[in-house]
């Protein structure tokens, strides 16, 4: 008698991911390389192009390729029209080498073989994984992953005459000394290499997003770049009134529940916390009351406008204490 047996099919699980809007820059060492993670209890590999310098683009650039990598299917004929697994940004032309390009979806293999059972779970997993990953990448690089590279900021002006009292009809534009004055900004920051990459991915290992104080901060960079001045400022002072709450929390682990509620009741918003920070010992910078608690106030209270110029100073003192205060 011969017992029947079910045969288990085993495979590698290939994906490609899109993060859609969301754009990321990799150093030189990130060309062609391979790159390992885990999450939820599978582990996987990030595969990355190597570039083709005999074959430009319509740009003259190197054209992205997965000869001499692992990747079994041709993710790039499949998204054919579509820059997304390499685009450089620099190179070294005499010796053929890409020395940062980006992309905005990723290839990631099984590390190893995988029964199907598995490969579904990868596919569900990888969902959440796609939005933890690129939150910690915005958090630990301080990155607005949807914001352009450049802008344009040109003086704003009016067109105004001076008119000749006299029958004539003469005139004369009145000028200043800023018209026409434009200033093309170009973010140099560099991306991000291999070890910085593998931090990042660690951090994403738990499922976990970052702490909510670091999403908001992030949240006021996105609407500052987008010319959102008032959020931004609501958004810096929301990240910062989280952080002191969580600064004071922490000094009152040996506190009873109920004390812990009478002082939290007492001392709220970011000048009751920073009062209460203060007599346990802690420094606040006084940035934090008047570039951001004040502005804010008068812009809920009073109605106030929030200018560039105070967004940008909020999110400076913001990114500063929240970074040093309670690190990651």
Not at 28 to 33: F, L, S
Not at 58 to 71: A, H, I, K, L, N
Not at 92 to 106: A, E, G, S, Y
Not at 212 to 231: E, M, P, S, T
Request: charged share 25%.
């Amino acid at each position: 008698m011969i017992a029947n047996r079910m045969t288990r099919i085993t495979g590698y699980f290939e994906t490609s991911i899109d993060f859609r809007n969301r754009h990321f820059d990799f150093e030189k060492d990130c060309v062609g390389a391979e790159v390992r993670f885990s999450f939820r209890g599978q582990n996987y590999i990030i595969c990355f192009p190597n570039f083709d310098f005999d074959k430009p683009d319509g740009f003259g650039r190197p054209t992205p390729t997965f000869d001499g990598t692992r990747v079994r299917l041709d993710w790039l004929r499949r998204k054919s029209g579509r820059c997304v697994f390499g685009s450089e940004h620099y190179r070294d032309p005499k010796n053929k080498l890409v020395l940062r390009f980006t992309c905005n979806q990723l290839i990631v293999q099984s590390r190893g073989c995988v029964a199907a059972d598995k490969a579904r779970k990868a596919k569900a997993d990888l969902l959440l994984w796609r939005d933890v990953f690129a939150k910690w990448w915005e958090v630990i690089g301080y990155d607005d992953l949807e914001g352009g590279s450049t802008r344009v900021e040109q003086a704003d002006s009016i067109e105004c005459y001076f008119v000749y009292a006299d029958k004539s009809k003469r005139t004369r534009r009145v000028k200043s000394k800023k018209e026409n004055s434009i200033s093309v900004i170009a973010d140099i920051s560099t991306g991000l290499n291999i070890k910085q990459l593998k931090r990042i991915l660690k951090h994403s290992s738990s499922g976990q997003y970052p702490p909510g104080y670091y999403v908001l901060l992030i949240d006021a960079l996105k609407h500052f770049n987008q010319g959102k001045y008032r959020q931004s400022m609501l958004d810096s002072a929301t990240a910062i009134e989280m952080t002191l709450t969580q600064l004071l929390d922490n000094k009152l682990t040996a506190s009873t529940p109920q004390q812990r509620k009478l002082l939290f009741d007492k001392y709220r918003q970011i000048s009751g916390l920073t009062t209460a920070l203060k007599v346990l010992g802690e420094t606040i910078p006084s940035d934090v009351g008047t570039k951001i608690g004040t502005p804010r106030n008068q812009a809920i209270h009073k109605g106030a406008e929030v200018t560039e110029a105070q967004a940008r100073e909020a999110l400076q003192v913001a990114r500063s204490f929240i970074y040093m205060a309670l690190p990651y």
